[in-house]
């Protein structure tokens, strides 16, 4: 039986819920952004409308409006939907559950769905326990994480589930939210009288502020916009005016998305070096700031540039190796934050150096027909021949370079008239290859093996 002071005691709790809450939306086709899965016609609302979404994962950034849709499929599903966080829910929570949802499917008929929030601090056993009453149709879960799920989802479970990804939302998206909360107006959640709601004016600069640094997370914009609310200094009960600079002090420090763990680790390290690649200094330092922000493992980084000042450099321009050998010492011997200036300094040479991939192209070439082609003999002239009986072996017949002009001389040195190697026209690398094309012209290093050379693979 309800208790008399049910009503009361709800009031009383929505009176203090944020603000973000309380603007929740009532029904699908209130809810802002996302037109690629909510609008008319489009696939999760389809299946939504008419209950049949099964097992499915929500994933994308904060506030976008993952737990919103979780609510209203909870409001208008004909199944039971139980909630459980994650962070809180334990083996044999999870356990009673899947046995109560078994049994009401056989005694009434009823499916259920088990809302998770936060799926991603799911254990691989806790998901794995799910797995069987999934995969028997015994219950439907329905998952909501930041993360992505190819990262935090066990493969078996991710495989029986719908993945819906909610994007960021833009800043006309966040800009209709925010305008839609001023003009309802809203009373701070300690005044004490829910009816009692101010006008708000809310200005230009401020609500372009709250569209556009809020990185399309529409829980924060509304956050801000309370705690602006609550911080202002105002004597006039029926209305307030919020102005960007209230707007920049409720900001306060602007948090950061991030996981280390997972697929943000590799997204952020894949900019900075596709930024150095791309010979963009600027992205690449933003990239480097985020991930020094964010505190990523600073060798992890150092290790990567320098990876990249042979992979995307080369020989274009040999120096950038060195460069790079010496940010990992100086990295290693001085710490955050000092740390940062060798990094920034070894991201901004090889951002601008000349580029080439000859290198890793030549070494992985090579590599590959080690493991798969035709294996090549040391030939005899080559072979060691600094032991007793080396001539014996026929381990004769070495040309030595300087003994001839300009050292060079030719002779096979792989057996074989496979090419591997293509420098590049750019940076001290075309010098390269103006050196083997005038040795070429004079008969190359194979020209004992019939001259030419096949390229591999």
């Known amino acids: 039986m309800p208790n008399l002071f049910d009503a009361e005691n709800q009031e009383r709790r929505q009176r ?22 909510l609008a008319p016609g489009a696939p999760l ?24 849709v979780a609510k209203l499929i909870a409001a208008t599903t004909r199944r039971t939907f139980v909630s459980v966080n994650a962070v809180s829910a334990g083996v044999p929570q999870v356990r009673k559950i899947l046995a109560d949802s078994a049994s009401r499917l056989d005694q009434t008929g009823t499916g259920t769905i088990l809302f998770i929030d936060e799926i991603h601090r799911f254990n691989r056993s806790q998901q794995d326990i799910l797995l069987p009453d999934v995969e028997a ?3 439907s879960i329905l998952g909501v994480t930041t993360q992505n799920p190819f990262f935090a989802i066990n493969a078996p479970l991710l495989s029986r589930c ?47 502020f709250l569209a556009t640094k809020c990185d399309g997370d529409a829980r924060r914009a509304l956050s801000i916009l309370e705690t602006a609310l609550q911080i202002s200094h105002t004597h006039n009960v ?25 697929d943000e680790h590799y997204d952020l390290i894949s900019a900075l070096i596709k930024s150095i690649r791309g010979s963009d200094p600027d ?5 480097l700031a985020k991930l020094l922000t964010v505190s990523e493992d600073i060798r992890f980084i150092a290790r990567r540039v320098a990876i990249a000042a042979s992979e995307d450099i080369g020989n274009a321009q040999p120096a950038a190796l060195s460069i790079a050998a010496s940010m990992v010492q100086m990295v290693e011997f001085l710490g955050m934050p000092e740390a940062r200036l060798p990094l920034a300094q070894a991201v901004i040479y090889l951002a601008c150096s000349e580029k080439s991939n000859s290198v890793i192209r030549a070494i992985d070439a090579a590599m590959e027909m080690v493991r798969t082609g035709p294996q090549i003999s040391v ?16 381990h004769t017949g070495y040309r030595y370079p300087h003994d001839f002009p300009n050292a060079r001389v030719a002779q096979d040195y792989l057996g074989a008239p496979h090419q591997f190697y293509f420098p590049s026209d750019r940076g001290v690398e075309k010098r390269f290859a103006e050196f083997l094309a005038a040795f070429e012209s004079h008969g190359g290093p194979q020209a004992d093996s019939g001259g030419g050379k096949e390229v591999y693979p």
């Open 16 to 37: 203090f819920l944020p603000l973000a809450a309380r603007r929740r939306p009532l029904h699908i086709g209130a809810v802002v952004g996302q037109p690629h899965l």
């Open 45 to 68: 609302r389809t299946l939504i409308e008419t209950d049949q979404l099964g097992s499915a994962i929500f994933f994308g950034p904060p506030g976008t409006g993952k737990t919103t």
């Open 137 to 139: 149709g015994l219950i």
């Open 162 to 208: 719908r993945l819906f990804e909610f994007k960021a939302l833009a800043p006309s998206d966040i800009q209709h939210i925010v305008a839609a909360a001023v003009e309802d107006g809203f009373a701070p959640s300690d005044a004490g009288d829910t009816q009692h709601k101010r006008k708000i004016d809310l200005t230009p600069d401020a609500m372009e």
């Open 238 to 262: 029926d209305g307030i005016q919020i102005d960007l600079p209230q707007v920049k002090a409720a900001q306060q420090v602007r948090p950061i998305y991030f996981d280390a763990t997972g």
């Open 283 to 287: 992205a690449a330092i933003y990239w």
């Open 379 to 394: 030939p005899p002239h080559l072979r060691d021949n600094h032991y007793p009986g080396a001539r014996q072996l026929g």
